[in-house]
């Protein structure tokens, strides 16, 4: 018999999982249960606003900034100061007038003494700073050197001579044999170290001593951190302990560039530039490499100083280059790069490159047609896809329609049953060399040649949608899209049939096709799993018989399974009497192969007929992915947490995506001339060294490239579009949820 009070618990008790249901998180219970997750807290973006300087005549020497953020740069015709300038618009650097006294006075020196600034011209040591009472007459007309210990006791030269300075009074007078270059401030050890042309001296203010303390004909450089002077060559760097006056170990050249030319402590990091851009060393031991116009007006640095806002300014022989670093969520960056995508790279709906620019001016290029405007759209349609699966977002969806609207007329342009054009134009702009077709509307043409590339993102995405977005009308137009291509692709007898009647260069999934391939050539494999995965995603939504039986076909009869579970380390070059086109396909790894089986796995694993062929597919995805690891490929890494996310490098994925640039302009990038790289012998894989660089000092690629290239870009003629390249890997994996929402 029911009492009240039992009545009463299990109400408590229902009310109590009505509670527990209604604060259920699934991202964070999926996150409880895998074992990766990155919660994205906010991180140190990295990003450059640059100042131009086209005078060569003018030697630009120094800068520094004060406490209220304003820059001077000395240089050999006076001072100058940064005009406008921000993020991918840079400003220049013009003559300072705003102080004309100071301006007037022929400084010498400049130099950054209790966060204000002060100057040395011919008569004194000076500053507009402590209502312009610091004034210490010198008697060096040519003084033109100076340095300050925490008394305002001053040490100056003109090159030759030495002068200890108080309060307009000259304590101590002497030279150092050979010239003298710089002078530094030791406050730990109340000395002064000179750099001579040949050798760095130490000078007592106490003892009114000097000491010689090293001989180096090579000297370019010294700087004081902490109980260590930094000491630079043209040939490296090497390190003295400031109390012992010892060196410490041998000379390090083991550095982006060597011929170092000057030296700075910021915030206790060690910075140098080069002849070949600057480095910072980090708490890894490693360097940080800033080189190329993605950072600096030229890759000539004259001098590094602590700026405003947290930023280091280093100056080079054309301009000043101010680098900053926000603090952003993985979220924010994706928020950044969706403005990019949306107010410069869309054109028709399709996800594009802008091209033609000059210098990295982003208003001088156009967005035009590219040979893979299907791909390129598909992945960064997928891309929102899942940022619309996690977020409900309504631009997101929008953003879907647009794109998905674009890649359906790819489809109706032309007048071939199924056939996907590679993308679209108005008349009369012809940019690639591909064959273009004139469409029934005389307003526009079409471009012919379709590849697999274009196939395998169509399916990707199309399956994406048909899953994710619960829309009935764009889920119908997907799943309408996935059949018209597929039927297509099967009643050709798996080839793609283009407007002459003649499959295509690259759409060729035909066994007669796929196995004269020797079994080590990759397009045996990548051809195999694309369509199986294809076939698998048409069968999957339109539950059509066709499209399973002829996947088993290629299967059972044709070995298909067996070619897409072929490992990895098994693919390598034809041997030579192999057929010219095996050889010509596997002269080396092809990475374009890489993106084209990635976009494939959605379908292969996701949609698999059975859990058999299921956990095959897994064991494949993960060998693949295994043979990649080392690229650090952060879309690689991601979307093979599809299969489990125990089973990626996580840790890496988010280096990837945090270290990508801000700026993807392709600027042209160096760093086969580095010597902190260890390089290694040609390979079938294409890796030249033995770890990969981070993003921030690649050239801007696709995931279709080797990210072990070492050089690269186009002299930013260029802008690529983070649709494709960062935003698919990103919320991808917050739909995978290996990567959390931003924590607040």
């Known amino acids: 018999m029911k009492t009240k009070k039992t009545g009463k618990r299990r109400l408590l008790f229902m009310l109590a999982v009505l509670i527990a249901f209604c604060a259920y998180k699934p991202n964070q219970v999926q996150a409880q249960q895998t074992k990766q997750f990155h919660a994205d807290k906010p991180f140190a973006q990295e990003y450059s606003v640059k100042f131009n300087f086209e005078n060569a005549n003018i030697e630009l020497q120094k800068v520094r900034a004060d406490r209220n953020g304003y820059i001077q740069v000395l240089s050999s015709n006076g001072l100058l100061r940064t005009r406008a300038g921000q993020f991918l618009f840079p400003g220049t650097l013009v003559k300072d007038v705003q102080n004309i006294p100071t301006s007037d006075k022929g400084i010498k020196d400049i130099e950054v003494i209790e966060n204000q600034l002060v100057y040395i011209d011919d ?10 009472t610091l004034y210490s007459r010198h008697q060096l007309p040519e003084a033109k050197i100076f340095a300050a210990d925490k008394n305002f006791t001053f040490l100056i030269s003109d090159g030759v001579k030495l002068n200890l300075l108080k309060d307009s009074k000259t304590l101590w007078e002497g030279e150092i044999n050979g010239g003298i270059k710089d002078i530094k401030y030791d406050e730990a050890n109340n000395l002064f170290w000179v750099l001579g042309k040949k050798s760095i001296s130490t000078f007592s ?55 170092i030319t000057t030296i700075s402590e910021i915030d206790g990091n060690i910075w140098f530039g080069s002849t070949r851009g600057a480095f910072m060393l980090n708490d890894a031991g490693k360097y940080n490499y800033y080189a190329s116009k993605r950072w600096l007006p030229s890759d000539k640095v004259n001098d590094i100083a602590k700026g405003p806002e947290n930023s280091i300014l280093i100056l080079t022989d054309k301009g000043l280059g101010q680098i900053f670093s926000k603090k952003m969520t993985l979220y924010d960056k994706a928020m950044f790069y969706d403005k990019q995508v949306r107010n410069r790279h869309i054109r028709f709906g399709f996800n594009a490159g802008i091209v033609s620019m000059t210098d990295g001016d982003i208003t001088s290029g156009s967005v035009r047609t590219s040979d893979n405007d299907g791909l390129w759209t598909s992945m960064y349609l997928a891309g929102e896809v899942f940022r619309y699966s996690v977020t409900k977002s309504v631009e997101a969806l929008q953003n879907i329609t647009e794109s998905l609207d674009a890649l359906e007329r790819l489809y109706t342009i032309n007048n071939i049953p199924g056939f996907p054009s590679r993308s679209f134009e108005r008349r009369g702009y012809k940019y690639y060399d591909k064959p273009w077709r004139r469409a029934e509307d005389p307003e526009w043409d079409w471009k012919s040649t379709t590849s697999s590339d274009e196939a395998i993102g169509h399916i990707f995405a199309f399956g994406a949608i048909a899953e994710l977005v619960d829309v009935p009308e764009l889920r119908e137009k997907a799943i309408m899209l996935i059949d018209t291509l597929m039927a297509t692709i099967v009643k050709n007898d798996f080839y793609m049939i283009d407007w002459n009647g003649e499959p295509t260069r690259w759409g060729r999934w035909n066994p007669e096709y796929v196995n004269a391939r020797p079994k080590m050539v990759g397009d045996r494999k990548i051809n195999s799993s694309n369509i199986i995965a294809m076939l698998q995603t048409a069968y999957h ?80 995805i993960i060998d693949h992915w295994k043979y990649e690891r080392n690229e650090k490929e952060g879309l690689w890494n991601i979307m093979t947490a599809l299969v489990g996310a125990e089973k990626i490098d996580l840790g890496e994925a988010v280096w990837y995506l945090q270290k990508y640039p801000l700026d993807l302009i392709e600027w042209t990038i160096t760093n086969s001339h580095r010597k902190d790289i260890v390089k290694i012998e040609p390979n079938f894989r294409k890796q030249t060294i033995t770890e990969v660089l981070p993003a921030s000092e690649l050239r801007i690629s696709r995931h279709n490239a080797n990210r072990f290239d070492l050089d690269g870009g186009n002299g930013g003629r260029g802008e690529s579009s983070a649709g494709d390249i960062w935003l698919l890997p990103y919320w991808i994996g917050r739909y995978l949820n290996v990567i959390g929402e931003p924590e607040k």
């Open 205 to 259: 203010p106490a003892k009114k001593k000097v000491e010689k303390v090293s001989e180096n004909s090579n000297l370019t450089c010294i700087e004081i951190a902490g109980d260590k002077l930094f000491a630079g060559t043209n040939n490296g760097y090497f390190e003295i302990n400031t109390k012992t006056k010892k060196q410490v170990g041998e000379i390090q050249k083991k550095l982006p560039w060597t011929e």
């Open 541 to 620: 939504f339109t539950k059509k018989e066709k499209y399973k039986e002829a996947a088993f076909y290629l299967m059972n009869e044709h070995g298909y399974l067996e070619n897409l579970m072929r490992p990895m380390n098994e693919i390598g070059m034809a041997p030579a009497d192999a057929d010219k086109l095996s050889r010509e396909l596997s002269d080396g790894w092809n990475h374009s192969d890489d993106e084209m089986y990635f976009c494939g796995y959605w379908g292969l694993y996701r949609y698999a007929f059975n859990d058999e062929l299921k956990a095959k597919y897994k064991e494949a």
């Open 123 to 132: 008569k004194a040591v000076l500053s507009n700073a402590w209502a312009g």
